[in-house]
């Protein structure tokens, strides 16, 4: 480590390109992932941060709430299920909403994803300002916190357009977003009185709702699906899969992201096996004079380390940078352990790419060597 740290402060001209395409590349990968899980979280942020586990569906909806119906009686029988925890029956719609004393021909109309859950269910979001739903008022909601920026603010009524029904803005939460809309959570009896206006529209169906969402331990798939008739039932992952767009989305920004990766494990492992074929004189003496291959090995791999993990550093900070000057509307969404795992594959990619060098070291004739140099 020592000589690694030595020759990086000595040749500092020398590691300062390959420093500055690690920083690139990092930066690039940071900013690509923050993009891609903010793209992500426009799709179906309402889902991914939930504390479900498990969800039901009606048989062959595959794993979609815009399929599926079902009747909220069967969730008497998920409850008595082993591992069980807490059972909400959810219920979606699509609308358009616009203020309360708005004209409807003029006003301003902002399409919205309603979703109708059981107050104090383990569903209901927190709010980052206001209240939440209550029992005791059906026509309170709970608004994304987008929905600010339209002009929306807590104690607002707004009215559904093409209906006379009015509801109350009793909180915001922040990131609930499904389908690329802002989420507006409401009770779910208030969302059938939407949803099911027109006679007939429930197909006769008991308390229709779209899917039963389940909190639980050890809960298995096979077993529940098993013992509940009509249904089929999946896990977050196929519930999220089940978004239109998602699965698309996510592989697209997924396979950008891991080529990038490959490309710079093999752009660092070219630049230090070029360094390594400049330095076979300077090996080929330290060998001579009685240095190992793994002593050479160790400081190869040190340099490798230190610049790859300094310019890495570089990168989520220039990444952080950007995110103070990118526009409000970008969907940018970094998390921490993202952050945490993309710089530990960067930095195990660029070891990896080391590999190369290792193996002309080990190749290295001392006498061949100093023989070259004269």
């Not at 008497?76 to 979606?92: A, K």
């Not at 269910?121 to 739903?133: H, I, M, T």
């Amino acid at each position: 480590m020592f000589l690694a740290r030595r020759e990086l402060w000595f040749s500092k001209g020398r590691f300062l390109l390959i420093g500055f395409i690690i920083v690139l590349i990092s930066w690039l990968v940071f900013v690509l992932s923050g993009l891609g899980n903010g793209l992500s979280d426009l799709g179906a942020a309402a889902i991914r941060y939930s504390d479900m586990d498990i969800a039901l569906f009606e048989e062959e909806a595959e794993f979609s709430l815009n399929k599926s119906t079902l009747s909220e009686d069967i969730m008497d029988e998920v409850v008595t299920l082993p591992g069980v925890e807490q059972v909400t029956g959810v219920g979606t719609s699509t609308g358009s909403i616009l203020m309360g004393d708005s004209d409807e021909e003029s006003g301003k109309k902002t399409t919205v994803y309603f979703i109708g859950i059981n107050p104090d269910s383990f569903l209901e979001p927190d709010v980052s300002l206001g209240e939440g739903l209550t029992k005791s008022n059906d026509s309170q909601i709970i608004v994304d916190s987008s929905l600010m920026d339209e002009g929306y603010a807590v104690g607002d009524t707004v009215r559904l357009s093409g209906s006379d029904m009015e509801l109350l803005i009793g909180g915001f939460a922040d990131n609930q977003l499904l389908n690329h809309l802002p989420a507006v959570y409401l009770p779910l009896e208030t969302l059938r009185e939407i949803k099911y206006a027109v006679p007939g529209s429930d197909m006769g169906i008991n308390k229709p709702i779209n899917a039963i969402f389940v909190k639980g331990t050890d809960l298995d798939v096979e077993s529940v699906c098993s013992k509940i008739s009509g249904v089929e039932v999946g896990t977050k992952k196929d519930t999220l899969n089940g978004v239109p767009g998602y699965t698309a989305e996510n592989g697209t920004i997924s396979l950008m992201l891991w080529l990038l990766i490959f490309i710079s494990a093999f752009v660092v492992a070219i630049f230090f096996y070029v360094l390594t074929t400049q330095k076979v004189h300077q090996f080929g003496v330290m060998k001579a004079i009685g240095a190992s291959n793994g002593f050479v090995i160790k400081s190869v791999v040190s340099q490798v380390f230190l610049l790859s993990s300094i310019s890495i550093l570089i990168g989520i900070g220039l990444t952080y940078l950007t995110v103070l000057v990118l526009p409000d509307g970008m969907p940018f969404n970094l998390l921490p352990n993202m952050v945490v795992i993309y710089a530990f594959v960067l930095l195990g990619t660029s070891m990896v790419g080391t590999l190369f060098s290792i193996n002309s070291i080990i190749k290295i004739d001392p006498l061949t060597a100093l023989r070259r140099a004269e």
